[in-house]
């Protein structure tokens, strides 16, 4: 039995850690693991479905995992770890397949936009990469999936798998909902805000990496885009820039919308811009240097990521033999 309720989220370790990353995923993580037990995991086998230079992917893995820590997951009392360290998740997603039909794998948007937008690498994993997310989520009992807005389809088809299987075998998996935090769930580019802040954008410009020193910081904030007038005031359809630079404030120092609009009556964007950089510079600091001293410490973020494998796959074990008995393999 469990005796907590279970979460399971990831990042692929695609692109550096951005401040959107911080705000819009690690830190409702992090606040989730009072009430959770979490499984908190380095998605590196779905970070494959593009080409990597190998050197920086695995210079990407131990620096996500470094930051992951850094930002306050807890590895003790929960679990971090790199999702190609645990074997069962390439198996159940084997398995899962085969339940899987083609016709809803054709519907997933991210697939369909990466036919249009990628037609030169349209390989295999690209289709199937929904069907690995769900066997992340089905080997641990996940009862809540945290993700973006752009992932939800793929948690529901996760839920559709496990509806199948469970007809036919019976109660396997527990069904997985997702939960889409609102604060922060969508901080946006810098230079392009009507788009998100990614971490694999080409534009570098637009995006503050958690590794970012304070000068490139202050640097990206100053050119951000704003508007037209020179009001700070909160309207995300006509003031994308501004609404931006708001909710990013208002995530890094605690403020209100109307705090921070009465904190900068009369004052122009300079000095609003200033502001931010600094908040940002104080909120990511500490995660920053945690995670650079981290980093030199071969032996503690080894012992981290092999007893988190470690205790994943054990859980993860208890899915699969499950899975195969009901399936009808033979026990080895
Ligand atoms: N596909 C997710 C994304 O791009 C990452 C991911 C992989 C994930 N497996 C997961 C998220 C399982 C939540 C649960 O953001």
């Excluded at 083609?102 to 994993?125: C, I, S, V, Y």
């Excluded at 769900?134 to 752009?150: K, N, Q, R, S």
């Excluded at 609404?243 to 890094?252: E, G, T, V």
Aim: hydrophobic share 35%; aromatic share 8%.
């Amino acid at each position: 039995m469990k005796d907590r309720k279970r979460i399971f989220s990831g990042i692929k370790p695609t692109g550096d850690l951005t401040l959107g990353s911080y705000i819009g995923a690690i830190k409702n993580w992090v606040d989730l693991q009072n009430d959770f037990m979490c499984l908190y995991c380095i998605v590196d086998m779905h970070s494959i479905t593009i080409r990597n230079d190998p050197e920086v992917l695995h210079r990407r893995i131990r620096e996500q995992l470094a930051q992951y820590i850094a930002a306050g997951l807890d590895y003790k009392k929960n679990i971090v770890y790199i999702q190609s360290h645990v074997h069962q998740h390439a198996e159940l997603s084997w398995i899962l397949g085969c339940y899987s039909m083609m016709g809803e794998l054709n519907r997933m948007t991210q697939f369909k936009d990466m036919q249009k937008k990628h037609p030169q690498n349209l390989n295999a994993g690209i289709y199937t990469y929904p069907v690995l997310m769900a066997a992340d989520i089905l080997l641990f009992d996940t009862d809540v999936v945290p993700v973006g807005e752009d992932q939800k389809q793929h948690v529901e088809l996760a839920r559709n798998i496990a509806q199948r299987f469970n007809g036919i075998y019976g109660n396997i998996f527990t069904m997985p909902e997702p939960f889409i935090p609102k604060v922060g769930a969508r901080v946006r580019s810098l230079t392009d805000p009507t788009s998100k802040m990614s971490k694999s954008d080409d534009d570098t410009q637009g995006s503050i990496f958690i590794m970012d020193s304070p000068d490139v910081i202050v640097k990206k904030f100053k050119r951000a885009k704003t508007d037209s007038d020179s009001l700070i005031k909160f309207d995300p359809e006509n003031k994308p820039g501004v609404s931006n630079l708001m909710d990013i404030y208002s995530a890094a120092a605690g403020k209100s919308y109307d705090e921070i609009e009465s904190e900068f009556v009369g004052k122009g964007y300079g000095d609003f811009k200033t502001r931010v950089a600094e908040a940002v510079i104080e909120k990511l600091r500490p995660i920053r240097e945690k995670s650079l001293e981290l980093l030199k410490d071969e032996e503690t973020l080894v012992s981290i990521y092999r007893d988190g494998a470690e205790r994943a796959s054990e859980m993860a074990e208890k899915t699969l033999v499950k899975v195969t008995d009901a399936i009808g393999f033979l026990r080895k």
